[in-house]
């Protein structure tokens, strides 16, 4: 799908969304790296904030509003913030390249060095649009897949002279 027609779709269900709960605003928050986003969702009623679980209809094209907002040279936002106020129908987004994502759960934290190694063979970034935490991880996957291919070599090799080949 086209990024402006999926952006539409992305717009039109949250309008659905708030005319549905006839909250005052919606929000969603997402973290992001390779193949894996975390998602908040909440609402506002009344200037209350309330936890909120994104309808499918929703949830669904917006998790490839990610994919399709690949920047050149940038790679994919690692975070960003979609809301709606009713009052106006309009859909807003705030996305940050260069933030850290920190996920929720038992299994959160921080991204690992797999992770960080998928983000980029996914997303390419120049240089200087790769963030310190980023690189470690990304290097730390390099050399730890280094290492994997010595040892398989290194037991190829072994068995080869076992079978006096």
Known sequence: MDPDELWERVEHEFRV???DTGADSAHIEV????RVQDKIAWLVRDGVKEWARIPWELSSPQGDLRRAQVLPGRGAWTWCRLWMDAADGVLRQECDWMREPVFL???GGPP?????WIELDLYPRDGEFI?????TGY???LKRQERNARRRESYRRKREQE???
């Open 17 to 19: 969304w708030l005319d």
């Open 31 to 34: 973290n992001g790296i390779g």
């Open 105 to 107: 759960g038992p299994n």
């Open 112 to 116: 690992g060095p797999r992770d960080c």
């Open 131 to 135: 963030p310190d935490w980023l690189r």
């Open 139 to 141: 290097e730390a996957e």
């Open 163 to 165: 079978r006096g080949d």
